[in-house]
């Protein structure tokens, strides 16, 4: 009869001239936790997983990366006002302060048509995200930028921000 390959563990206690009990095989599998039979490439599938390890999607975008959508529900009449100052100051101000420009829209049909603002935000983690806007909203620039574009009324009645991550099938972004 041919003997059976002997276990890592079974060989270090015989090196060791450590003595196992007798047992039948049905009552020693029954007496390991599962997990004790699992191939070792399956133990790393079952270890915790570890605090946000940035990882390279297929579209080069990485885990950790927090898009935010914006829309921007202007006051009556000042959509155009709010628009210009987008153009002419915000997106720059935005990649100042690490807040990467995505994409602008205005809505084309009713009720939201010529009143609302959507747009997407990038930035690289969660946290960056309160970093970014706090620096952006504290910039002198931004303030006197603001000041003066609201010189005649405020040019936005609400803001709704949705904070979003990319899921593993989308496409990658340009």
């Given at each position: ?169 989308s496409p990658p972004l340009r």
């Amino acid at each position: 009869m041919t003997p059976l390959p002997v276990s890592p563990l079974v060989a270090e206690a015989r090196k060791n001239s450590v003595t196992i009990p007798a047992m039948k095989r049905r009552s020693l599998l029954q007496s390991l936790p599962a997990a004790a039979l699992l191939p070792a490439s399956a133990w790393a599938s079952l270890q915790p997983e570890k605090a946000e390890q940035p990882q390279k999607d297929s579209g080069g975008q990485t885990s950790t990366t927090v898009y935010e959508l914006r829309i921007y529900h202007a006051a009556e009449g000042k959509l155009d006002d709010l628009l210009r100052r987008f153009r002419e100051h915000t997106t720059k101000l935005f990649e100042r302060h690490g807040i990467k420009n995505v994409a602008y829209w205005t809505p084309l049909d009713e009720p939201l048509k010529g009143k609302t603002l959507v747009y997407m935000l990038e930035h690289p983690s969660r946290d960056a995200v309160t970093a970014n806007w706090k620096a952006f909203r504290e910039d002198p620039e931004w303030v006197s930028v603001k000041d003066k574009s609201e010189a005649n009324g405020k040019l936005v009645d609400k803001v709704d921000s949705t904070f979003l991550a990319m899921t593993d099938f989308s496409p990658p972004l340009r």
